[in-house]
């Protein structure tokens, strides 16, 4: 048993080719033969007409108002030229005279906020509390409720004297009171290397200072991504090399030699 290659294909169809070539005219469905030649001429000729298009003469002139307009065309009246003939010229405006703003201009407009006064507070304020200007023209701001830079550094700086270094201390739950320098540790349901919460007695009462665990349970691990393509499931719809070799060759017709010459005999004569 033989099979037909492609090339085999290829060259009988070539011959079939070249043996038939000018001897027949492929016959088209509704189509028959006329006693009409149709000349070169006229087939340029019907290639150089527009589908549905006829004869048409464009008059010489017509009125204007079968003229459409639309938002980029539009007619001018006599009335809008006189308008636009009217306005000032290109020239910089000056302090007497109108015309266009300079560049240096435009942007010392654009700097000025919407509004703006010149050099004019209306109003001081202290917390929502306005103050009042005195007969010198001043306004007195009183700060002495507040705490300067240097006095809170002083309270900190006091806060901290006594502790020489930092403790901790595990516990099952927070005493009523706790000491200065020490960080509590309170037993959670954490896991690994986050089992405690963290807490520092501070202003007379404690302070959560958290947690250090990090979920991490949706990420991929680095040794969970595939580094090879035969690791990747196949998508639906497309096909393996081997299901395509499959595919090819269960489309290959198997013939004998006997067929094979049959089939020579038949197209090119014995």
């Not at 469905?29 to 298009?53: H, M, V, W």
């Amino acid at each position: 048993m033989s099979f037909v290659t492609d090339s085999i294909l290829k060259k009988a169809l070539g011959k079939i080719k070249t043996w038939g070539e000018g001897k027949f005219v492929a016959q088209e469905a509704g189509k028959g033969l006329s006693a009409n030649d149709y000349t070169t001429a006229e087939k340029n000729k019907l290639s150089g007409i527009e589908a549905g298009a006829n004869k048409y003469v464009h008059p010489t002139s017509h009125a204007a108002t079968m003229i459409a307009e639309d938002t980029t065309h539009r007619f001018v009246t006599d009335t809008e030229k006189s308008t636009w003939n009217a306005k000032a010229g290109t020239s910089v405006a000056t302090k007497t005279a109108n015309g266009l703003m300079a560049a240096d201009d435009k942007t010392k407009l654009d700097a000025i906020a919407s509004g703006a006064q010149v050099n004019k507070i209306e109003s001081v304020k202290v917390n929502g509390t306005a103050l009042s200007i005195d007969a010198s023209k001043a306004v007195n701001v009183d700060l002495t409720a507040y705490a300067k830079s240097v006095d809170v550094t002083k309270e900190i700086a006091s806060a901290v004297s006594g502790v020489t270094q930092i403790d901790y201390s595990v516990v099952e739950q927070l005493p009523s009171t706790g000491k200065k320098g020490v960080i509590y540790l309170v037993a959670n349901s954490g896991s690994n290397n986050n089992i405690y919460d963290e807490h520092i007695y501070i202003n007379s009462k404690f302070e959560k200072l958290g947690s250090r665990e990090m979920d991490l349970s949706s990420y991929a691990k680095k040794t969970d991504i595939p580094t090879k393509v035969s690791s990747l499931t196949n998508d639906s719809g497309y096909q393996t090399a081997a299901q395509v070799t499959s595919a090819i060759d269960a489309k290959l017709v198997a013939m004998t030699e006997t067929e094979l010459n049959s089939m020579w005999t038949e197209v090119f004569g014995a």
